[in-house]
Nanobody
Framework: QVQLVESGGGLVQAGGSLRLSCAAS????????MGWYRQAPGNERELVAT???????NYANSVKGRATISKNRAKNSVDLQMNSLKPEDSGIYYC?????????WGQGTQVTVSS
């Protein structure tokens, strides 16, 4: 059973930055793809950013230019750097990983951006 553990969430003012981290129980380089999703109250979970095993990235239009997904070999984590945060970026951020035909999710980390 793959475990994904998110960290780095918190309360930040609009215009600020956060770096979210997703630590995996198995090598991040064994995943077919990993990504970050978020869910605001009353909304469906939506894609924020993904990265394939080959390093290709995909970003939601709403975060392009403000978010960067990356792999951290030393920490065995997939990180999400978010800059110029907006109140609409608030929500629970979830990490996901596709491995061996299964998709795993972390428990999420809360991000709140105050105006």
């Amino acid at each position: 059973q793959v475990q994904l553990v998110e960290s780095g969430g918190g309360l930040v003012q609009a215009g600020g930055s956060l770096r979210l981290s997703c630590a995996a129980s198995t090598s991040i380089f064994s995943f077919k793809a990993m990504g970050w999703y978020r869910q605001a109250p009353g909304n469906e979970r939506e894609l924020v950013a993904t990265m394939t095993a080959g390093g290709s990235t995909n970003y939601a239009n709403s975060v392009k230019g403000r978010a960067t997904i990356s792999k951290n070999r030393a920490k065995n984590s997939v990180d999400l750097q978010m800059n110029s945060l907006k109140p609409e970026d608030s929500g629970i951020y979830y990490c996901s990983g596709a491995l061996g035909g299964s998709l795993s999710w972390g428990q999420g980390t809360q991000v709140t951006v105050s105006s």
